[in-house]
């Protein structure tokens, strides 16, 4: 008896073209939805509306930025309890609002410091739809507010947030560069995730951080977790690498892609903190 029906080569042939071209019609649709849903992908928080924290809204004031390309973004800023103290621009991940990082912008406020927690555009109820020239354009607009208030400005990028806060320092005058959980481009995490895919060649938006890094000459520190499924460590060694001048790496044991503050970074952020407002302070005093 036949488990399978006989059938002559040429009809054999057949078959198998016909499944090898389902294959790569399902290949191509599978390529298709992948290029179209990328914006999906990357910013997967687009239109959702602002999250309320009680006590984030207590302690610092709602504003607005105005972007080069004339969108109005609301943020949140708390002023430096002094000049000395610098602000730490706060710069999100791409499933997060801003209302995210409270938890760090808090415990920053309490330690001395000012803070500016960005918002992108398309996010938390902004206006308009997020892509990496955007949100550049969004830090950009934070930066102009609080260097008006502050002499001092340090910033800090999680995540997607990383990528936005590479550029920006690699454009304007900051004290210091903090990176949480970062990315040495968008490219390079899609195309480890997405590995039957060309996604060097169909990535819109590709934040590369490991060429930017370069010509960034504040101190940097960076730090992530050991257990990062999201972003392997590897790309934290690799930015450190490429980073120049004054830098600092500090893998957090056991730390995943989300607790990294909680398991060890909290220490090595206020250390570095503390160390940048020291060397400011005397720059002050030799001035005088």
């Known amino acids: ?38 914006g999906r992908l990357v910013y997967p928080l687009e239109q959702a509306q ?13 504003i607005t930025v105005r972007t080069q390309d004339g969108l109005n973004l609301v943020a949140r800023y708390g002023a430096p309890p002094d000049a000395a103290s610098p602000t730490v621009l706060l710069f999100h991940g791409n499933g997060e609002d801003l209302t995210q990082r409270a938890f760090i912008a808090l415990e920053l406020m309490q330690a001395g410091y000012g803070v500016l927690l960005a918002e992108y555009r398309g996010y938390g109820g902004n206006p308009g739809k997020p892509h990496e020239a955007g949100l550049y354009a969004d830090a950009r607009a934070a930066y102009a507010y609080a260097a008006a208030r502050s002499p001092s400005i340090v910033l800090h990028g999680y995540s997607l947030g990383s990528g936005v806060a590479v550029q920006l320092a690699s454009e304007v005058r900051i004290d210091a560069l903090i990176l949480e959980a970062p990315f040495t481009s968008i490219v390079d995490v899609a195309a480890a ?6 996604v060097r060649y169909l990535a819109r938006d590709r934040y590369d951080s490991l060429a930017k890094i370069k010509s960034v000459r504040a101190p940097i520190l960076i730090y992530g977790g050991t257990k990062d499924f999201v972003i392997p460590p590897a790309h934290f060694q690799r930015l450190f690498d490429a980073a120049q001048g004054d830098k600092h790496l500090a893998f957090i044991e056991g730390a995943d892609h989300i607790d990294v503050w909680d398991r060890g970074g ?23």
């Open 193 to 198: 995730r997405f590995k039957l895919f060309p």
């Open 1 to 38: 008896m036949r488990l399978f029906p006989h059938y002559p080569p040429r009809t054999m042939m057949e078959l198998l073209g016909l499944l090898l071209a389902a294959i790569a019609l399902a290949y191509l649709a599978a390529l298709a939805a992948l290029y179209w849903l990328q």
């Open 266 to 288: 909290r220490k090595h952020v206020l250390q570095f903190l503390a160390s940048i407002k020291a060397r400011d302070k005397q720059k002050v005093h030799d001035a005088n």
């Open 50 to 62: 602002a999250v309320v924290d009680a006590t984030l809204d207590d302690r610092t004031q709602l």
